[in-house]
C-alpha cells in the first residue's frame, strides 16, 4: 500500500470534517500553547540562555501532539471502517482516551526530551519505540497503559519503516513551514500575521499527517505490514 497517496486521499475526501476537528481542538490548544510558551520565554530572558524555555516548548510539544492526534484517528479509523457519525466518535475519542494518553504523554515526553538533551540516541529511541501508542489506543480501543507494550514492540520490530515515516513527514512539513514563513514575510512582518499563517498551516498538515500514519498503524496491528518495511511507506 502506498500510505501516503492513500492517506492523502482520505484526507481531500473528508477535508470539511477534519479541518472543523482541526479549527475545534487543534487551533485552541496551538494558542494556548503559543501563550504559555512565550510567557516562559519572557520569565526566564534573564538567564544565560533559552534552555528553559526551549525544554518546556520541546516537552509540551510532544505531549499535546500525542492527545489532539487521538480525535483524527479515531476519524481516520471511523472512514475506514465505514462507520457513521464519524464526528461524534471523533470527538468522543478524545474524551474517552484523553486522559490515559495524556498520563502517557507527560512520561514519554519528559523522558524523550531528556533522551535526547543528553545523549540525542536515547531520546530518538524513545521516541520512535512509543510513538505509536495513541493509534493503538483509539484502534483498540484500550488505555494507553495497555497498549504501550505492544507500541514498544511494534517499534523494535519496525523501527527503520517508523524511522522513515517520522522523518519524512517531519522534514516535509519544515520545509513547508519555511516556505510558508518566507512567503508570508514577504508580505508582512506582522508578528500576528505570521503566527497565524503557522497556526493555518499545522492544523491543515496534521490532519493529512495523522491519516497517513493510522493507515501505516492500522495494517501493522492487523499484521500486513513486515517487519521491514521501509519500502511500503513509498511503494506505488
Keep these: 500500500m502506498n500510505y501516503a497517496k492513500e492517506g492523502f486521499k482520505i484526507y481531500v475526501q473528508n477535508i470539511g470534517p477534519l479541518l472543523l476537528l482541526s479549527f475545534s481542538i487543534v487551533l485552541p490548544v496551538l494558542l494556548l500553547h503559543t501563550i504559555y510558551v512565550n510567557y516562559i520565554y519572557a520569565i526566564t530572558v534573564n538567564f544565560a540562555s533559552t534552555y528553559i524555555g526551549d525544554f518546556v516548548n520541546a516537552f509540551l510539544v510532544i505531549m499535546l501532539v500525542v492527545v ?15 462507520e457513521e457519525n464519524k464526528i461524534r466518535k471523533a470527538y468522543v475519542a478524545l474524551f474517552k482516551y484523553g486522559f490515559s494518553v495524556y498520563l502517557f504523554g ?21 521516541l520512535i519505540f512509543f510513538f505509536l501508542t495513541p493509534y493503538l489506543t483509539v484502534l483498540r480501543q484500550e488505555s494507553a497503559w495497555k497498549t504501550f507494550k505492544m507500541a514498544f514492540e511494534y517499534g523494535k520490530k519496525n523501527f527503520l519503516s517508523l524511522f522513515a515515516i517520522i522523518l519524512l513527514t517531519s522534514f516535509g512539513e519544515f520545509l513547508i513551514s519555511i516556505v510558508s514563513l518566507y512567503g508570508v514575510a514577504l508580505i508582512t512582518a506582522n508578528y500576528l500575521a505570521i503566527l ?21 498503524a492500522k ?18
Design 68 to 82: 489532539i492526534q487521538l480525535p483524527f484517528i479515531q476519524y481516520v479509523h471511523s472512514d475506514i471502517e465505514g
Design 106 to 126: 507527560l512520561v514519554y515526553s519528559f523522558l524523550t526530551i531528556m533522551g535526547l538533551a543528553l545523549f540525542i540516541i536515547p531520546g530518538v529511541l524513545l
Design 196 to 216: 497565524f499563517s503557522q497556526l493555518l498551516l499545522n492544523m491543515l498538515l496534521l490532519p493529512l499527517i495523522v491519516s497517513i500514519i493510522t493507515l501505516y
Design 219 to 236: 495494517n501493522l496491528d492487523q499484521g500486513v505490514v513486515p517487519a521491514r518495511a521501509f519500502n511500503k511507506f513509498a511503494e506505488n
